[in-house]
């Protein structure tokens, strides 16, 4: 869908007051008892295994992803070869775009990577898209990878959004996360491109996205109740209940939590999930029938027993720094975090320790880079647009 | 009439209603220092906009206390008759008129500055050259602390006489100024460029806002300035000090230079 039309999930008044109160006391209670800031469960129900979370809630599959993005964009389809596809963080369009370039399946698209060296100079930037080959369909999965928020990392953007304005950049696909597209929207007011979006995943559709990475597994989906009421939450669709049974507000007030993003919203309804120590109950969970009682079955924690990341007061100015330049940059190694946030070596270093014990961002070895995790990404957006920093629309 | 009537307006009071009226001033006494004490803290623990919201209630919280002691404690002292009321407040303006006048042109001026808010706390205002950021608003005077950390008492009577500039206005945008003096003979265009490229880079931008860069040609050479808001007002020094350090680095990349020295005009 275009920008402009994408709309927050809402959520009930009593919910919204609810995270209000949340959200104000954990600041205010974070300078008396700092530690308590990393992911924590409140209530005392086993958690899953990684087994039975592979099995309930396992990763999207991008493939699929990949080929719907090509037929919406092929739908949408504007007066533009280029398409820029722009979604919030952990929406996966990233790796839905890398393996349309990947020789597993198919190779449709042709991957452009950025040089190693992002401080260009305009003339070095420009020789390097002439030496790029945009003839054939091209793909860049994350366009946050081609730029440093440095006065000489700049350029290779600017080049490349001159190109596709004059429509000299061929027939490409842009991935880009809405942090990003929106620092370039400021700092280029003037270039304006159609860009499309993922639609936000809202309560029931998020109950049908749910059930459906779970039915890849298990052919007729799972069940999963709400371990302090009963209410159901799968199925979603009320159809799908008998007479008598209830839903539970759990994924609209998930949908409202996560901003409607698909990854963040995995990532809490994993940690959500409990097991079912019922073994009768597990006997049946094996049969295999499509009435809701008997399929494979789970119980989800409220969110208020899920104590999801915090932002530390104590830590400074530094680690709102230091997320903002991830989430402008998608990830970021120590050094180039150096570069665009102003601290010194050892100041990264420590704001980075303090923000991974907290669960907020993470290493990946792959790439040796710091990331946001998605399960502090909810409170990382709330806590920079409190403190004055430019955040997405999304 | 020779004592305005007020002989007659306190003639009923007893040690009871006196020790009420005591304890009601008390009482609202020691709710405005808690609330100045504590909204403050509470403020700067939350930070961002909740911050200012929370600082600029301080003030009119005390007012309503205030309000609200006066309503409850003249009843209890005399009958809230027209003839007492107007012994009453005559006495209390020929008092005021002749005896505290100054002190009594602080606190109207401090009525008016809770109903006008030419500043609230947590704005940065320069009165009389003095700069700073509000701190509280009392009774009688503001008290705002310097960039040097000095605290400076301005009472509410200079609102009468003195230009006063806010730098933010009860908002979170404040715009800075940072200027840079360079040698003539360059690419002008090329450091407009640069120069807002090096505003729209600094981490302490906020990009949502405009970010503009001016020059002008002065005697000793080209005057640029960069026209950008920080993240958060208490920010504007190490925002200034990251745009001077990385503005200078870049006119040094580029082959411009300083002037050291700007030469005065005669």
């Known amino acids: 869908m275009p920008i402009e039309e994408w709309r927050l999930p809402e959520t009930s008044v009593h919910r919204s007051i609810k995270g209000a109160v949340r959200n104000v006391w954990g600041q205010l209670r974070a300078g008396i008892a700092p530690d308590n800031e990393a992911f924590d469960s409140l209530d005392d129900l086993p958690v899953l295994s990684q087994l039975q979370l592979e099995r309930f809630a396992p990763d999207r599959d991008y493939a699929r992803m990949a080929m719907l993005l090509l037929a919406s964009v092929e739908e949408n389809a504007a007066d533009n070869p280029v398409t820029f596809l722009v979604a919030p963080p952990f929406s996966g369009i990233h790796k839905a775009l890398q393996v349309l370039a990947d020789d597993t399946h198919g190779a449709s698209r042709r991957l452009i990577t950025p040089p190693d060296n992002l401080l260009l100079s305009a003339g070095d930037a420009r020789s390097w898209w002439d030496a790029c080959d945009l003839t054939q369909p091209w793909v860049i999965p994350e366009l946050s990878a081609f730029w440093l928020r440095h006065r000489s990392g700049l350029e290779l953007i600017r080049e490349l959004l001159k190109r596709v304005a004059a429509g000299r950049a061929g027939e490409g696909l842009v991935g880009c996360t809405s942090w990003c597209w929106q620092f370039w929207s400021h700092c280029l007011p003037d270039a304006r491109f159609q860009a499309l979006t993922p639609a936000p995943m809202h309560g029931e559709l998020l109950g049908h996205w749910l059930n459906d990475l779970a039915s890849r597994r298990n052919r007729q989906g799972v069940v999963a109740r709400m371990s302090d009421s009963g209410l159901w939450v799968l199925p979603a669709a009320a159809d799908q209940l008998d007479e008598g049974q209830k839903s539970a507000s759990f994924l609209r007030d998930l949908a409202a939590l996560s901003r409607g993003i698909p990854g963040v919203a995995l990532a809490i309804w994993q940690k959500a999930l409990r097991a079912r120590p019922d073994e009768e109950q597990q006997a049946r969970d094996r049969q295999d029938d499509h009435h809701p009682a008997t399929r494979p079955a789970c119980w989800v924690a409220p969110l208020e027993k899920l104590s999801l990341p915090s932002m530390p007061v104590t830590v400074g100015r530094g680690a709102a720094l230091t997320l903002h330049a991830l989430l402008l940059h998608d990830a970021l190694n120590e050094d180039r975090l150096e570069l665009v946030t102003g601290l010194t070596g050892h100041e990264v270093a420590l704001v980075l320790n303090r923000l991974r014990r907290a669960d907020l961002v993470a290493f990946q070895e792959e790439g040796a880079r710091w990331r946001i995790t998605p399960l502090g990404y909810p409170a990382i957006r709330r806590q920079l647009q409190s403190d004055g920093f430019p955040v997405d629309p999304f | ?266």
């Open chain 2, 1 to 266: 009439m020779g004592d305005l009537g007020l002989s007659a307006a306190f003639s009923d009071i007893t040690v009871d209603a006196l020790l009420e009226a005591l304890f009601l001033v008390v009482l609202a006494s020691a709710v405005i220092m808690v609330v100045q004490n504590l909204v403050p803290r509470v403020a700067h623990q939350l930070g961002g906009k909740a911050r200012l919201y929370l600082l600029a209630s301080v003030p009119l919280v005390r007012l309503l206390v205030i309000i609200v002691t006066i309503v409850l404690v003249v009843p209890v002292l005399v009958e809230p008759s027209f003839e007492n009321m107007i012994a009453i407040f005559g006495a209390l303006a020929l008092a005021l008129g002749f005896a505290f006048k100054d002190y009594a042109n602080s606190l109207i001026a401090g009525i008016v500055t809770l109903y006008e808010m030419p500043y609230r706390p947590g704005d940065w205002i320069d009165v009389n050259g003095k700069y700073g950021e509000v701190k509280s608003i009392g009774t009688r005077s503001a008290e705002i602390v310097t960039p040097d950390d000095d605290v400076v008492i301005i009472p509410h009577s200079t609102l009468w006489t003195a230009l006063i500039a806010n730098g933010n206005d009860g908002s979170d945008n404040l715009m800075c100024v940072t200027e840079f003096h360079a040698e003539p003979h360059h690419d002008v265009r090329a450091i407009l460029d640069t120069l807002r490229d090096v505003a729209f880079t600094s981490p302490l931008v906020k990009t949502q806002q405009p970010v503009r860069v001016s020059v002008q040609n002065k005697p000793y050479g080209m005057q640029y300035k960069i026209k950008a808001y920080p993240l958060d007002p208490r920010d504007q020094f190490r925002f200034k000090t990251d745009l001077t350090m990385r503005g200078s680095e870049a006119l040094a990349a580029e082959g411009v230079r300083l002037v050291s020295v700007p030469v005065a005009t005669v």
